[in-house]
């Protein structure tokens, strides 16, 4: 006798309550009032399609069981509990009832990014010895490595939800929860450096997302997301977690690492679910455009996806082109494209361009950009070196944001400096480091992003990050213009195959290019590196060390951004020659 498919029926649009936009004092009590609705998560894979259906009330109903579990455990209100945060059921119950129990979850990253077990297990450790964690908990397939992660740690629990609810007895009450007090952690994504955790209290994020609702998306009752960014990211969290859920929208969610192998099926939820919210670094873009090349789309219908946002990552114009073009035919409007900037140690918005806009990009003199910080507007086809920047919208309300140059004084209109911004949604402070604080965030309450940019009509636009800012012979290089040129200037090259940065041999700086090469034969694999060397020449008078390296060495951060520091670093330490000849190849 078979055994019958089990079938879900996904939450439904409409929650059947009164829409609130995130007016709660606390993310527990913003449950209370979505459980009330009709609304909830549901969870796909690509191999079985929907598998999870978490409405509200029953997300409720286990979070306030879990956390009285918590507290019977030994673990009391303030304590810190690390969680892997796996695309599942299981971490939302988990962030939840630390939420009722007074606890502060730290979401971790999965392992994909720390190239393979012992990487990944010294992560989860130091981690963990961050931020103190008395409990780590993790998918049942990820226990064994938590376990060992948590072999010299102090901590109640280390281990999955699944066992952890067969040891441990309910506990009979929750403490009252402080607004003014800790919601979690979010750690940063390790661009440079060690992550480090960031505070964020129920008041902060209550602030960013009643802005981003209200007036970045403008949220109303008609609304659904659908997202496969990670949990562990703020984009993924705060964007496509918490926010649906304190403006009670039903939220449709692909893990990464899915999205990653069909990129096209985010695309089919969008289009069955009829969600008009969702948003993706570049990258992903890129990969869906790519795949639907020799993909039939006459199953999508994407003309409900009224903003299609872009964040997380410096935002490459060609490639939101090519998406808009691939996927016309089956609905899509380039107008639901909506740039945005932001970071985790704001909560995660500070500015979104106008809703319907689309992209509006600035043509500027590379030149005059690079010698005297100014911001330019040339013509395309003038025969001046240019660049195109994405203005990335106006400043949400309660927010402010200044471009200041190297004296902090604050800059005009097209005049390039370092960003600042300040406004309820701030960070208190990295958790258990006064230092990196004070590097960062001033007493008047003043944040040093660390990026760098200029207004343009009342927008920000954003020009890079100051610390990869190559400079040579006196002239200020962007690493992303020379990745970008040599990607899409070269065939045979993706977006991320490239890492661009400078080192000092001494006498000057030397500019350096590794490239992802998937070709085996050397004399095709040298005219590759030749002819993205000549390319550079061309175009930015560049003298350049083009280096080939495997496919799949270029260093990523948790989020799946390009880590130039720590490709820059490979590079002096021989990692990837090691690698190559590891591989059986050697670098070019």
Same mark, same amino acid.
């Given at each position: 006798?078979?055994?019958?498919?089990?079938?879900?029926?996904?939450?439904?649009?409409?929650?059947?309550?009164?829409?609130?936009?995130?007016?709660?004092?606390?993310?527990?009590?913003?449950?209370?009032?979505?459980?009330?609705?009709?609304?909830?998560?549901?969870?796909?894979?690509?191999?079985?399609?929907?598998?999870?259906?978490?409405?509200?009330?029953?997300?409720?109903?286990?979070?306030?069981?879990?956390?009285?579990?918590?507290?019977?455990?030994?673990?009391?209100?303030?304590?810190?509990?690390?969680?892997?945060?796996?695309?599942?059921?299981?971490?939302?119950?988990?962030?939840?009832?630390?939420?009722?129990?007074?606890?502060?979850?730290?979401?971790?990253?999965?392992?994909?990014?720390?190239?393979?077990?012992?990487?990944?297990?010294?992560?989860?450790?130091?981690?963990?010895?961050?931020?103190?964690?008395?409990?780590?908990?993790?998918?049942?397939?990820?226990?064994?490595?938590?376990?060992?992660?948590?072999?010299?740690?102090?901590?109640?629990?280390?281990?999955?939800?699944?066992?952890?609810?067969?040891?441990?007895?309910?506990?009979?009450?929750?403490?009252?929860?402080?607004?003014?007090?800790?919601?979690?952690?979010?750690?940063?994504?390790?661009?440079?450096?060690?992550?480090?955790? !960031?505070?964020?209290?129920?008041?902060?994020?209550?602030?960013?997302?009643?802005?981003?609702?209200?007036?970045?998306?403008?949220?109303?009752?008609?609304?659904?997301?659908?997202?496969?960014?990670?949990?562990?990211?703020?984009?993924?969290?705060?964007?496509?977690?918490?926010?649906?859920? !304190?403006?009670?929208?039903?939220?449709?969610?692909?893990?990464?690492?899915?999205?990653?192998?069909?990129?096209?099926?985010?695309?089919?939820?969008?289009?069955?679910?009829?969600?008009?919210?969702?948003?993706?670094?570049?990258?992903?873009?890129?990969?869906?455009?790519?795949?639907?090349?020799?993909?039939?789309?006459?199953?999508?219908?994407?003309?409900?996806?009224?903003?299609?946002?872009?964040?997380?990552?410096?935002?490459?114009?060609?490639?939101?082109?090519?998406?808009?073009?691939?996927?016309?035919?089956?609905?899509?409007?380039?107008?639901?494209?909506?740039?945005?900037?932001?970071?985790?140690?704001?909560?995660?918005?500070?500015?979104?361009?106008?809703?319907?806009?689309?992209?509006?990009?600035?043509?500027?003199?590379?030149?005059?950009?690079?010698?005297?910080?100014?911001?330019?507007?040339?013509?395309?086809?003038?025969?001046?070196?240019?660049?195109?920047?994405?203005?990335?919208?106006? !400043?949400?309300?309660?927010?402010?944001?200044?471009?200041?140059?190297?004296?902090?004084?604050?800059?005009?209109?097209?005049?390039?400096?370092?960003?600042?911004?300040?406004?309820?949604?701030?960070?208190?402070?990295?958790?258990?480091?006064?230092?990196?604080?004070?590097?960062?965030?001033?007493?008047?309450?003043?944040?040093?992003?660390?990026?760098?940019?200029?207004?343009?009509?009342?927008?920000?636009?954003?020009?890079?990050?100051?610390?990869?800012?190559?400079?040579?012979?006196?002239?200020?290089?962007?690493?992303?213009?020379?990745?970008?040129?040599?990607?899409?200037?070269?065939?045979?090259?993706?977006?991320?195959?490239?890492?661009?940065?400078?080192?000092?041999?001494?006498?000057?700086?030397?500019?350096?290019?590794?490239?992802?090469?998937?070709?085996?034969?050397?004399?095709?694999?040298?005219?590759?590196?030749?002819?993205?060397?000549?390319?550079?020449?061309?175009?930015?008078?560049?003298?350049?060390?083009?280096?080939?390296?495997?496919?799949?060495?270029?260093?990523?951060?948790?989020?799946?951004?390009?880590?130039?520091?720590?490709?820059?670093?490979?590079?002096?330490?021989?990692?990837?020659?090691?690698?190559?000849?590891?591989?059986?190849?050697? !670098?070019?």
């Amino acid at each position: 006798m078979t055994t019958p498919t089990r079938t879900f029926t996904p939450t439904p649009t409409n929650s059947g309550i009164a829409l609130r936009c995130a007016d709660f004092a606390t993310l527990g009590e913003a449950l209370d009032y979505a459980a009330t609705g009709q609304s909830g998560i549901n969870f796909y894979s690509a191999r079985k399609g929907l598998e999870t259906v978490l409405p509200y009330s029953q997300l409720r109903e286990r979070a306030l069981e879990l956390a009285g579990r918590l507290l019977g455990s030994g673990l009391k209100a303030g304590d810190r509990v690390a969680m892997v945060a796996e695309s599942d059921a299981d971490f939302v119950v988990a962030f939840f009832a630390c939420q009722y129990a007074g606890l502060l979850p730290a979401p971790l990253p999965l392992p994909v990014a720390f190239g393979g077990r012992e990487g990944y297990i010294d992560h989860i450790r130091r981690i963990s010895l961050v931020c103190g964690a008395k409990a780590i908990f993790c998918p049942d397939d990820l226990s064994d490595w938590i376990e060992q992660s948590a072999q010299t740690l102090d901590v109640i629990w280390a281990g999955s939800l699944s066992a952890f609810m067969q040891a441990h007895e309910t506990s009979s009450s929750l403490p009252e929860i402080d607004p003014e007090g800790l919601s979690y952690l979010q750690f940063s994504s390790g661009t440079t450096r060690f992550p480090l955790g !960031v505070e964020i209290t129920h008041k902060a994020f209550m602030a960013n997302a009643f802005a981003i609702a209200k007036y970045g998306l403008q949220i109303g009752a008609g609304d659904r997301t659908c997202s496969w960014l990670p949990f562990y990211h703020d984009m993924g969290l705060v964007g496509f977690l918490l926010t649906p859920l !304190v403006t009670q929208m039903s939220n449709d969610i692909l893990p990464t690492r899915d999205f990653a192998r069909r990129p096209l099926m985010w695309l089919s939820m969008i289009s069955d679910n009829k969600a008009s919210l969702a948003f993706s670094p570049s990258f992903g873009y890129d990969l869906c455009a790519r795949r639907a090349k020799k993909a039939k789309l006459d199953h999508l219908d994407l003309s409900n996806w009224r903003v299609a946002g872009i964040g997380g990552d410096m935002i490459r114009v060609a490639v939101l082109d090519s998406f808009t073009e691939r996927f016309a035919p089956a609905g899509f409007s380039g107008n639901a494209l909506l740039p945005s900037y932001g970071m985790a140690e704001t909560t995660l918005a500070i500015s979104f361009a106008p809703t319907g806009q689309g992209v509006v990009y600035d043509r500027v003199d590379l030149n005059r950009l690079d010698t005297d910080k100014q911001a330019v507007p040339v013509t395309a086809g003038s025969g001046v070196a240019s660049r195109e920047f994405v203005l990335c919208g106006t !400043v949400l309300p309660g927010h402010q944001l200044e471009v200041r140059n190297e004296n902090g004084e604050v800059l005009g209109e097209a005049q390039v400096g370092r960003i600042f911004v300040s406004g309820p949604s701030l960070m208190t402070k990295y958790f258990g480091n006064a230092g990196e604080t004070a590097c960062v965030l001033s007493k008047d309450g003043w944040l040093d992003t660390g990026d760098l940019g200029y207004w343009r009509d009342g927008q920000i636009v954003i020009t890079g990050r100051a610390k990869d800012l190559i400079l040579v012979n006196g002239r200020n290089v962007w690493p992303q213009d020379l990745e970008w040129s040599a990607e899409s200037g070269v065939e045979g090259l993706r977006s991320g195959d490239v890492a661009a940065f400078s080192v000092d041999d001494g006498d000057n700086e030397e500019v350096i290019l590794l490239v992802q090469t998937r070709i085996s034969d050397p004399e095709r694999r040298a005219s590759l590196l030749r002819g993205i060397e000549g390319l550079v020449n061309a175009e930015y008078g560049l003298t350049t060390q083009v280096i080939g390296v495997p496919p799949h060495s270029l260093p990523q951060t948790s989020s799946g951004k390009l880590s130039r520091a720590k490709a820059r670093k490979m590079y002096l330490d021989g990692s990837f020659e090691a690698m190559s000849k590891e591989r059986g190849s050697l !670098v070019n």
